[in-house]
């Protein structure tokens, strides 16, 4: 299974970036993903998740209304658009797949996550 993420580099606060997670080895259209960050000196926090089927998401209160989680599962790809970024959205980016589905019932915030890449570094300056 690999995870590779790409997209991250260093922007002005108020800024776009999307990010991508190509995936391979493993049944992507069967698996929710998620989007984590990792600033330095801080845990590791669940930014944005998404279903296998794309129809239900999640997104922390910190990005909601500036960063949009979504999924092709044609190209087995999951993305993370972030507008109006700010300073404090400097972290490492890593995209991370479930062996769950997901659902309205076990929300993608509420799931396990088995997969990992490698992280893509985001820096907001301001």
């Known amino acids: 299974v690999q995870l590779q993420a790409s997209g991250g580099g260093l922007v002005q606060a108020g800024g776009s970036l999307r990010l991508s997670c190509a995936t391979s080895g493993l049944t992507f259209s069967n698996k929710a993903m998620g989007w984590f960050r990792q600033a330095p000196g801080k845990e590791r926090e669940l930014v944005a998740g998404?279903?296998?089927?794309?129809?239900?998401?999640y997104h922390a209160d910190s990005v909601k209304g500036r960063f949009s989680i979504s999924r092709d599962n044609a190209k087995n790809t999951v993305y993370l658009q972030m507008n109006n970024l700010k300073p404090e959205d400097t972290a490492v980016y890593y995209c991370?797949?479930?062996?769950?589905?997901?659902?309205?019932?076990?929300?993608?915030?509420?799931?396990?996550?088995?997969?990992w890449g490698q992280g893509t570094l985001v820096t907001v300056s301001s």
């Open positions: 991370a797949a479930s062996a769950y589905r997901g659902s309205s019932y076990s929300r993608p915030s509420d799931l396990p996550y088995t997969y």
């Open positions: 998404i279903t296998y089927s794309g129809g239900n998401t």
